[in-house]
């Protein structure tokens, strides 16, 4: 019997989703990409099994979950050692290190709190993000349907400040 594929749960426009596929890519490893709606995707992660509310999240082969792309990337690592993502001279790596986690705790939540701030304050912009990150009909209605969600959407995830 053939092994599960990888799975990898994301919304467009998600940077950490970005930055897995990355990975994905770079290791050359085959994986189904299951884009879920953006702002309605909690739930949806709970459903398949997930403990937290983020993605990225993947599946992997032996059926357990990760969530996080640092976690990922260490799975992956584990999964599929070469090529690695990461250098192999120490000191570079520790410096790789220091990046990723600069990368994850100071600038992840800027673009991520940009957004959120204009969703709550602005129609244009949830007509946009309607077109380009859901798979919504009728942007421009869409977006209109997204109003009352937005707040929901960031109290949930406790960053709508
Ligand atoms: N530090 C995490 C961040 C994950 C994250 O916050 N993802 C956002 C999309 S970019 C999300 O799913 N947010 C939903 C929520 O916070 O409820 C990572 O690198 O994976």
Redesign the pocket.
């Known amino acids: 019997m053939s092994e599960r594929p990888l799975r990898l749960y994301a919304?467009a426009?998600?940077?950490?989703?970005i930055?897995?596929r990355g990975m994905l890519e770079r290791k050359r490893l085959p994986h189904r990409y299951v884009e879920l709606l953006?702002g309605l995707?909690?739930p949806a992660?709970f459903a398949r099994g997930f403990r937290s509310?983020?993605?990225?999240?993947l599946e992997l082969p032996d059926g357990s979950r990760v969530?996080?792309?640092?976690?990922?990337a260490r799975a992956l690592e584990t999964l599929a050692p070469l090529p690695s993502l990461y250098p192999a001279e120490p000191r570079a790596r520790d410096a790789a290190d220091e990046a990723e986690r600069w990368g994850?705790?100071v600038l992840?939540?800027i673009p991520?709190r940009l957004i959120r701030w204009v969703l709550r304050h602005s129609l244009r912009q949830r007509q946009w993000f309607a077109g380009a990150a859901t798979q919504l009909p009728a942007p421009a209605l869409a977006g209109i349907a997204l109003t009352p969600l937005v707040p929901v959407?960031t109290r949930?995830?406790?960053?709508d400040r």
Do not use: K, N
């Open positions: 919304i426009l998600s940077h950490p989703v930055a897995v953006a995707h909690p992660l509310a983020t993605v990225p999240a969530q996080g792309s640092l976690a990922i994850e705790a992840q939540p991520r959407s949930q995830s406790g960053r």
